[in-house]
């Protein structure tokens, strides 16, 4: 019976740090599978062969940029168990940093990894270059991202739980480059 209960216990520790890790990649939300990756020359391209009347568009194009890049950094993350810091301080800083090297730490001393890749489709939903300040939401979906053991392959199960959901993210201006600085996932309600 004791054996059993530490299992039960191990088990639901396991699913609570997944969880987490997914509520971090819920941040992810804007980098999809059939989604190519941003590049600093994707925004003037895009602004080049259509006007726009808005004069923030170029920060906007920055600023998601910024939030695509850091989810594929986490999504490499989540997949080999490097922190790539480096990497990642290009993209993100201070909470949203933090939150993701925290997943990376505690799923990789449980021996899970994620194979797959999130759905997002974010979107730049306000910003203030007075301010320096900026908001993206996403609709992330984790349907396709599983954890695995690292060890076996196999797929770790987990109780009911949401997989698609929103996410909002906050992203500052540091010199010329657009942080994320936090990430809030919500799982209550799907999107």
Not at 20 to 25: E, F, G, P, Q
Not at 46 to 71: C, E, G, H, I
Not at 82 to 99: I, M, V
Not at 115 to 121: D, H, L, N, S, V
Request: proline share 4%; aromatic share 4%.
């Amino acid at each position: 019976m004791a054996s059993t209960t530490a299992h039960r216990t191990h088990v639901l520790r396991l699913a609570g740090a997944v969880l987490m890790c997914t509520v971090a990649a819920g941040a992810l939300a804007g980098c999809g599978s059939d989604t190519p990756k941003k590049t600093a020359s994707s925004p003037s391209t895009t602004a080049s062969s259509t006007p726009s009347n808005d004069p923030d568009q170029a920060a906007r194009d920055k600023v998601l940029a910024s939030y695509t890049n850091m989810r594929e950094v986490q999504i490499k993350m989540a997949a080999d168990g490097d922190l790539h810091t480096q990497e990642l301080a290009k993209y993100a800083r201070d909470d949203a940093a933090t939150d993701l090297k925290k997943s990376v730490l505690r799923n990789e001393s449980m021996g899970i990894k994620f194979t797959g890749r999130p759905e997002m489709k974010p979107q730049v939903t306000a910003v203030d270059t007075k301010g320096k300040t900026a908001t993206v939401t996403d609709c992330f979906d984790a349907t396709s991202w599983k954890p695995v053991y690292k060890d076996s392959g196999k797929e770790l199960k987990l109780a009911e739980q949401r997989l698609k959901y929103p996410v909002t993210s906050q992203a500052t201006l540091e010199g010329d480059t657009w942080l994320v600085t936090k990430i809030t996932a919500d799982r209550t309600k799907g999107c």
